[in-house]
């Protein structure tokens, strides 16, 4: 299984980004799709996931603002950013867990979101 990440960018504040993480061979081999975010000496942390049953899961510092869905026929999982802040700015990582190993997750490539001030 391998993560594509696409659709970071620059935007200024207010404005709003989607992020799409597509699921090689088969969205339905993985259950929990997740975007996580780390900014420059910071750690990362989970963002907001989504699990199979379409059960939704956010932090409390982009509730209201992002939201995550997922496409299984696209075999995608996008996350939309409205109202950005400056504080959102960061690379921006999609993790699956694999639905019939346990233990085994996947993490796809980061992409960049800015937003300036």
């Known amino acids: 299984v391998q993560l594509q990440a696409s659709g970071g960018g620059l935007v200024q504040a207010g404005g709003s980004l989607r992020l799409s993480c597509t699921v090689s061979?088969?969205?339905?081999?993985?259950?929990?799709i997740a975007w996580y975010r780390q900014a420059p000496g910071e750690q990362r942390e989970l963002v907001a996931d989504?699990?199979?049953?379409?059960?939704?899961n956010y932090a409390d510092s982009v509730k209201g603002r992002f939201t995550i869905s997922r496409d299984n026929v696209k075999h995608t999982v996008f996350l939309q950013m409205n109202s950005l802040k400056p504080e959102d700015t960061a690379v921006y990582s999609c993790?699956?867990?694999?639905?019939?190993?346990?233990?085994?997750?996947?993490w796809g490539n980061g992409t960049q979101v800015t937003v300036s001030s």
């Open positions: 993790y699956a867990e694999d639905r019939f190993r346990s233990g085994v997750s996947y």
């Open positions: 061979r088969s969205i339905y081999s993985v259950n929990r």
């Open positions: 989504i699990d199979s049953t379409r059960s939704t």
